[in-house]
């Protein structure tokens, strides 16, 4: 490439997208929205996965499944979103045991939970159902499948209605496995910038862990949470870090989906060389 432009591109303004939902708070709460090396935009998972594959944003918090689908992406932060055990905020919701579910709609928002879901079914329950997509404006407790996937805020504190059965997936992930699972990564697209990003991105995590019980205060009232409740979430059911173990499960987890190719097989993921990670 030419190097005046490799320079130019390489001075714009980094568009970073982060989730809209409660559980990113901690991850972007110390970023400014815009300044002059970057700005920050908030959408749904698979929305910031879509709008960072046909390159409108440079790097996203995308769900984990979705890092395995360009070989060029690279994995820049040693923050992710994750979980150790019940997370709380990722459900399977079903009229039927899990071995009776022929249907089953999946949130919208949602990637990785949608192949979780699907992994646990087949593979502990030997179950794959007719999928249909979940929208974002559907009343869930309305659709007629056996089951639906529901994720994020809506998630967190629900009347089940007609849908007896609850599975919390970090919860079930957790206990199937002994290990903690990864639903969401900071991924960028092209090489450049990526120790700045890593060090804004892993200083912006660090420094919203110091802000969890002012987050919790601040927040609750808006996502219908006590104050008790959001700081449970955040602290305690949340995982901000991206470490050995994590990456462990992220290989597991991608085995098990190849199986339904849901991801390539024997993928490969860039992790560029931070702290953790
Ligand atoms: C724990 C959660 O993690 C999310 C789940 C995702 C997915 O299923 O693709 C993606 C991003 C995360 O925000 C949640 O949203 O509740």
Not at 133 to 154: F, Y
Not at 217 to 228: I, V
Request: hydrophobic content about 40%; overall charge negative.
């Amino acid at each position: 490439m030419i190097p005046e432009l490799a320079n130019s591109m390489s001075q714009r303004r980094k568009r970073i997208g982060a989730v809209s939902y409660l559980n990113t708070k901690p991850l972007v709460s110390g970023l400014d929205m815009v300044n002059d090396r970057y700005e920050l935009v908030f959408d749904l998972p698979s929305r910031l996965a879509d709008r960072l594959a046909s390159g409108e944003l440079d790097v996203a918090l995308i769900p984990s499944v979705e890092a395995t689908l360009n070989p060029d992406y690279r994995i820049v932060s040693d923050a992710c979103i994750g979980c150790r055990g019940p997370v709380w905020s990722v459900k399977l919701l079903s009229k039927v045991p899990p071995e009776q579910i022929r249907t089953l709609a999946l949130d919208e928002g949602s990637r990785t939970s949608r192949a979780l879901s699907r992994v646990i079914l087949a593979n502990k329950f030997h179950c794959q159902p007719a999928l249909s997509n979940l929208s974002m404006e559907a009343e869930w407790r309305n659709s007629p499948t056996d089951a639906v996937l529901i994720i994020g805020d809506r998630a967190m504190n629900l009347d089940r209605g007609d849908f007896e059965h609850e599975w919390d997936l970090g919860e079930v992930w957790n206990k199937w496995t002994g290990l903690p699972f990864v639903f969401a990564m900071w991924v960028a697209r092209e090489a450049d910038q990526l120790d700045f990003l890593a060090e804004l991105l892993s200083g912006a995590r660090d420094h919203g862990l110091q802000q969890l019980d002012k987050l919790a205060a601040e927040n609750h009232a808006a996502y219908g949470l006590s104050e008790q409740q959001c700081e449970d979430y955040l602290k305690n059911r949340l995982h901000f870090w991206l470490g050995a173990d994590e990456k462990r499960a992220l290989c597991l987890f991608f085995e098990y989906a190849s199986g339904l190719s849901i991801v390539p097989q024997n993928t490969e993921l860039e992790f560029h060389d931070c702290q953790t990670a």
